[in-house]
């Protein structure tokens, strides 16, 4: 199960403001969120809902349909993390949109000895990594709300520079507040240069958020920080590492493709989902909602 769809994630997006319910039987359970939008309300399931196969979709989505008909949604959105084939898509009248969560991510298997998994490191990270704390850098783990301000300096930085946007400072921030959220700074001689977001759940750590000073990005503060937090999920008694997000593009234009070949210089290996479905229950609206998704994207896009 995916972090995005446990009772942990559930509270903080009541704390959030969301509208949330939960669903489950024997052979599945889900985490649903409803959605408001100007021609109406819909039930997102971020990489839900959970099942075991293909062949449990349908009870699933028996379960679901029943909710969002009693709360007038226009439309069913989900991701399961379990592959769909066209033919499970098809008779469960699935439509294929556009990805809201990363079909794709980097997984680096934390079973493997310490050796095994730093031998997995190119070369270059290797020795960043082993050499660190003779420059002067420390490493501390924080659950400090000051500290989340070290991460939003810099990512706002990182949106200004590469054009893209984050969530509200206050949806960041609050997340600080839960048990499954942690920073970690990262310093060079007592000052702050860059923090991370983890996100820790049963036997995996996600890695959520990270910025770092391009003041000193000489010191490969990134491969050092990302190396820590690795061993430290590792000695925890984490099994996987989940580096949230990548592209199975081999297009060199595809703007995934430089963050996922660095994920998968630490030793990792892409694990793809299904990717995003819409059930259509009210057709009229879908197709007004979805003529008025494309006018916003194209805007923003006139916009930049």
């Known amino acids: 199960m995916n972090i995005l769809q446990t009772e942990a994630w559930e509270k903080f997006l009541k704390e959030e403001g969301d509208e949330t319910y939960r669903l489950e039987d024997q052979n599945y359970s889900a985490l649903c969120v409803l959605k408001n939008t100007p021609v109406g309300n ?121 054009s893209f946007s984050i969530h509200e400072k206050s949806y960041m921030t609050n997340q600080i507040k839960f048990d499954f959220a942690k920073l970690y700074v990262i310093e060079l001689e007592g000052e702050a240069i860059g923090a991370s977001l983890i996100y820790d759940q049963d036997d995996t750590r996600y890695y959520a958020y990270a910025a770092y000073s391009e003041q000193h990005k000489n010191h490969h503060t990134n491969d050092i920080l990302l190396a820590q937090m690795i061993f430290d999920a590792k000695a925890d008694g984490k099994k996987v590492f989940d580096f949230w997000g990548a592209t199975t593009s081999e297009d060199p234009n595809d703007p995934w493709f430089g963050f996922t070949k660095y994920k998968l210089s630490f030793g990792g290996e892409i694990k793809t989902y299904a990717g995003t479905y819409d059930l259509v229950l009210n057709k009229a609206k879908y197709g007004l909602y979805s003529a008025l998704r494309k006018a916003n994207r194209i805007k923003r896009k006139l916009l930049k």
């Not at 991510?105 to 050499?131: C, P, W």
């Not at 070290?150 to 990182?158: D, T």
């Open 42 to 162: 819909y039930l997102f399931l971020p990489y839900g809902p959970n099942i075991q196969s293909e062949k449990d979709l349908k009870s699933a989505l028996k379960a679901v349909t029943k909710l969002a008909e009693e709360k007038e949604a226009v439309f069913v959105r989900i991701e399961p993390t379990t592959a769909l084939s066209e033919k499970t898509a098809s008779t469960n009248f699935l439509k294929k949109v556009k990805d809201v969560d990363p079909k794709s991510t980097v997984v680096l298997d934390l079973t493997k000895s310490e050796d095994e998994i730093l031998q997995g490191f190119d070369k270059k990270k290797r020795q960043y990594y082993r050499n660190y704390k003779n420059k002067g850098i420390t490493i501390r783990q924080s659950k400090d709300l000051k500290d989340m301000e070290i991460l939003l300096h810099y990512y706002e930085g990182l949106t200004d520079k590469r």
